[in-house]
């Protein structure tokens, strides 16, 4: 490592460790604007690299996952198991490959109607003028949709206790701590590490039931647990999946659909509320496309800037704000080197946010989606999804559900900030809204119909 030529960076490992700890947002955008495309924090030993441009994140994104393997929160394993997400090397192409035909254009669609359902339902449930925790109404909406295409079940007598012990589980593997000092912790048996063991050993009880009760009977069921039970690996062992296996990838959807979409949603109101016209804009669409009926497959290409509201609301507040890669072989990065062993970072936060690319960041503009503005951008300028060979899977039915979410609750409500609320994002395993999103909620009638066919 002599003589090795490092980007330029803070020097303090101490005062770096202390920073992340208190605010990372704030801390890798002072950063990343001091030091440019390429920054070099060192941790101890540890070699850590920023990238601040779309040229270094394609270079990522697109490597070999024998070169950079994926990096994520340690607590995050145990839920996850070796599913999609925490998986690694040709396992996790074999699994890919495997599931990839769950994903195709036709079984998202099937999803149209279990999502539309479900927000139908919750939306049915609310009072003109009613103030609401919107994090939690969306995260309702979103468990109810994730367990209906996962299990063909209507779990709502459940879907409370399912939802306490997925909070539970993920508050504990949002915990932000200083590096190093977290291992000590984690090895503790501190109360929080007791609920935590609780609540994953209960979702897994949960889940082994569902699928052994499934495995006994496979016929008529037309749903992601059914698909994954009759899996085989034609191209390899003919083997199926086994318990375990079926079980981390239920669990990583499970996870994906419903703490990713209900994030982006909450941001969405949010942002729709302080944004009174383009507020307007998408409720005419809306109102236009759908005609008061409920929104089907067919409808999706009809409600092009509700998914550029969507788009941009991801752009400002990605629920995924930080990707993690780990050099398994010194990785080229420019004129530097990243060496085996290190870490390189990349955040959709810092990205989507950078003005070189997105002129005022700030500014709420759905029309920067429009085919012209985005074939005028670098690709890799925006990554809600990820890239490359870990590109989320499930991003076609994300982009479904959270288009028709936003859609079939904006036919009837919309919501307004509680004066004083607090909006601050807090960057945890996804990008929450750190005190909650109160809004009330308010009936509003349709602008524009066309006419009664």
Known sequence: MTGRKYPPGPKSALAVSYALSRDPLAFLKAISERYGDIVHLKLGSRHDFLLNHPDYIRMALLAREEDLHRSFSRPLKPLLGNGLITSQGEYHRRQRRLLQPSFHHDQIAATAQVITDSAQHYRAGWRDGQTLEVMDEMMRITLDIIVKALFSM?????????????????????????????????????????????????????????????????????DFLTSLLMLQDTEGDRAGLTDKEV???????????????????????????????????????????????????????????????????????????????????????????????????????????????????????????????VAARPKYCYFPFGGGSRKCIGEGLAWMEGTFVLAVVGQKWKFRLVPGHRVVPAPLITLRPKYGMAMTVHARQPEARSPQR
């Open 154 to 222: 209507d779990v709502r007598g459940q879907a409370a206790e399912i939802g306490q012990l997925f909070k539970t589980v993920i508050a504990r593997t949002s915990k932000r701590s200083i590096p190093y000092i977290e291992q000590f912790f984690a090895k503790l048996p501190l109360p929080g590490l007791r609920r935590y063991q609780r609540a994953l050993a209960r979702l897994d009880e949960i889940m082994y039931a569902l699928i052994a009760r499934r495995r006994a009977d496979l016929q008529g069921h037309h």
């Open 247 to 373: 079980r981390d990838e239920a669990m990583t959807m499970f996870f994906a659909g419903h703490e990713t979409t209900s994030s982006a949603l909450t941001w969405t109101w949010y942002l729709l509320s302080q944004n009174p016209e383009v507020e307007r804009r998408m409720h005419a669409e809306v109102d236009t496309a759908l005609d008061g009926k409920m929104p089907t497959a067919a409808d999706f290409p009809r409600l092009a800037y509700t998914n550029m509201v969507l788009a941009e609301a991801m752009r400002l507040y990605p629920p995924g704000w930080l990707l993690v890669r780990r050099p398994m072989v010194d990785f080229p990065l420019g004129e530097y080197v990243a060496p085996k062993g290190s870490y390189i970072h990349f955040s959709q936060y810092l990205m989507h946010r950078d003005a070189r690319f997105f002129p005022q960041p700030e500014k709420f503009d759905p029309e920067r989606w429009s085919p012209e503005a």
